[in-house]
């Protein structure tokens, strides 16, 4: 053989050798229907996926799909314990009968005001409670990443200044909570998804969203409502901001599952961050839209307060009667314990400052993820 011919031959070699040692990098799918604007998208899903690349020296990728150009809105639950998505977020008021546990806690949403301590709570539980990975098992999921919404005030297209104005209303209700409370003060509620919230106001199928007011901005409601009453009904915070397939995840090295853990630490704390920004964003170009901001009536207040300290029992109520849980005060009893323990933890913390916030949440929970036996 010639010199020529060995040296390509020796080149050739090399080269198939070196096609089955170098090994592909890692493509995973990820579903969120919200808009590209809603920061639970831009900086929980498409910045994040930035994150996990360049963490990851390119060989963990995820492709995010946005609106429902990969699943419907009501399939993200099922599209992801099918393995039709490997990754997603799910509202889980929307699939009560899946996710028990779930929805019984949603119900506290009412009584909360803190949107940062919420989401860090409910991370905190989703993970480590007993309850809560039983249901994360059965259903063939993985909890990664909690969140928790701006609280919900009241989108309308009529003007509502006092309790009286609200009296046969259709109110779009988010949760069982939420209706409950609706019917109360003599309003009717109607189940509406977040993504037909637009069109029902449009063609007055509603009369009011139970929202938060940035998505005057992110769905551009103000085109359809033009008023606006800042009454506090709570953040919602149903079900994740990220999970992930249980036979995706175990596929995953435990080198590729540490990056996505430690990547979610700081997109959840941008996320919860950005949202009250979104809300100041959107108030401050209102009066623009022509939209009116009122603040609730002390009558307002009144009844969403005092209905508030009914929804232990409503909870209690729903998990006994409906779900079959066979302690929902036990399991109640243990959220709001975590709960209490992160107004602790972020007692003195500046709001703002994502690098301090950062650390409390990676030393007070996700540093203490075993990650060779997380999900497995």
Not at 48 to 67: C, M, N, P, Y
Request: net charge negative.
């Amino acid at each position: 053989m010639s010199l020529r011919a060995l040296l390509v031959s020796l080149a050739m070699g090399s080269a198939l050798s070196l096609s089955f040692t170098v090994k592909a990098a890692t493509e995973l799918n990820a579903s969120i229907w919200f808009p590209e604007s809603q920061p639970l998208t831009k900086l929980g899903y498409q910045d994040w996926a930035k994150k996990v690349e360049q963490a990851s020296d390119g060989k963990l990728k995820i492709r995010v799909f946005t609106d429902t150009t990969l699943l419907p809105v009501a399939a993200h639950f099922s599209g992801l314990r099918d393995g039709i998505a490997d990754i997603t977020y799910h509202a889980g008021t929307y699939t009560p009968s899946d996710l028990p546990e779930d929805n019984v806690l949603a119900i506290l949403g009412i009584t909360f005001s803190d949107s940062m301590q919420t989401a860090f709570a409910v991370a905190d539980f989703y993970i480590n409670d007993k309850d809560m990975q039983a249901l994360w098992d059965r259903q063939n999921v993985v909890f990664l990443g909690a969140y928790a919404s701006a609280p919900y005030n009241l989108i309308c297209r009529t003007e509502v200044d006092e309790l009286a104005d609200l009296k046969g209303l259709k109110l779009r209700s988010p949760g069982p909570v939420h209706s409950e409370w609706a019917r109360s003060v003599g309003a009717t509620p109607v189940n509406v998804p977040s993504s037909e919230m637009f069109s029902g106001l449009d063609k007055g199928q509603i009369d009011c969203a139970i929202m938060g007011a940035n998505e005057l901005k992110t769905r551009s409601l103000w085109d359809v409502a033009k008023y606006v009453n800042m009454a506090n009904l709570g953040p919602y915070y149903s079900g994740w901001l990220w999970a992930m397939n249980k036979n995706s995840w175990t596929n995953l090295s435990e080198g590729e599952r540490q990056i996505l853990l430690d990547t979610i630490v700081e997109s959840s704390v941008e996320t919860q961050i950005a949202y009250p920004k979104t809300v100041e964003q959107a108030i401050d170009e209102a009066e623009d839209h022509r939209v009116k901001v009122t603040e609730p009536s002390a009558d307002i207040i009144e009844a969403i307060e005092s209905y508030s300290v009914q929804a232990r029992e409503m909870a209690i109520k729903e998990g006994k009667e409906q779900f079959k849980l066979e302690d929902p005060e036990g399991l109640i009893d243990r959220f709001m314990a975590t709960y209490e323990k992160w107004g602790d933890l972020l007692d003195g913390v500046d709001r703002e400052d994502k690098d301090a916030l950062v650390v409390l949440l990676r030393e007070n929970l996700y540093d203490d993820v075993d990650v060779s036996s997380y999900g497995n």
